[in-house]
């Protein structure tokens, strides 16, 4: 984090001090928005403030990123729930400043209508060269196909990763011809490992995935879990008429799943 945003967040901390345990709830809110701009707690983007984003840490490493993209001649996709960041003046004023756009990035969120949204949409497939898109993640996480952008930057984090990686399927879809890359930019604390709203956001979002996993991707057995559950059913014993030592080595785990899947 840049200074700015390092003593916002220190303030933002030192107000759940002062105002108890109540205030947990609002400091949360606070760090978060901190996290992507200290504008945002100070005054707001109506504040009529200039962006700069050398003042936050994640939009310093956006407008690298994107910088990036931009010599490589391809698109991207920025997530954002932020409406305030979202405005012509902000954030859309700075990419077109910077990248020497002819008009701002197009924008999708749930103000814009169905017909707006496709023709937006049409015009950001079928336009060649470097562009960026600012989409919301409610708006824009579902029913849009947009494999012009091989880029997707997550600016802002969604609380439930189901619907971050819908927003990341956008570009990852039928008809996507290069790969596509996929960024997270966190605001670090500096010289403090793992202890910023951003990192443990996302320690956070990465044990939400794993447990989807785990519940929709069972591991498969292995011979010595079936081991164990004959040895539960009482059927490990060699005086079992239906007990063969060896058999379960011998039929491994892939024989052995499918035989209880066919069961």
Known sequence: MPTRQFEAYTRAIEMKEMIGPQGMLGMIHALRRISLHPMLVEGGAASGEELKPEDSARMAETMDILARISAAGEKALIFLESLDLQEAGQLPMLIKRRFGLERFPMIINGEVSTEARQAR????????????????????????????????????????????????????????????????????????????????????????????????EAPAFMPEDYEILLAGMKLADSTHPRYRPGLISALGPTTLANSKSAQ
């Open 121 to 216: 949409v049409a015009q950001f497939q079928k336009q060649d060269g470097f562009d960026v898109m600012l989409l919301s993640p409610k708006a824009g996480g579902v029913g849009l196909t947009l494999t012009a952008a091989n880029h997707v930057i997550h600016l802002s984090r969604w609380w439930n990763p189901a619907v971050e990686d819908q927003c990341s399927d956008r570009a990852y879809r039928i008809g996507q011809e290069k790969p596509v890359h996929i960024y997270y930019p966190l605001a670090v604390l500096p010289e403090i490992e793992n202890a910023s709203f951003d990192e443990q956001l996302q320690i956070l979002m990465d044990r939400k995935r794993a447990r989807a996993r785990d519940l929709l």
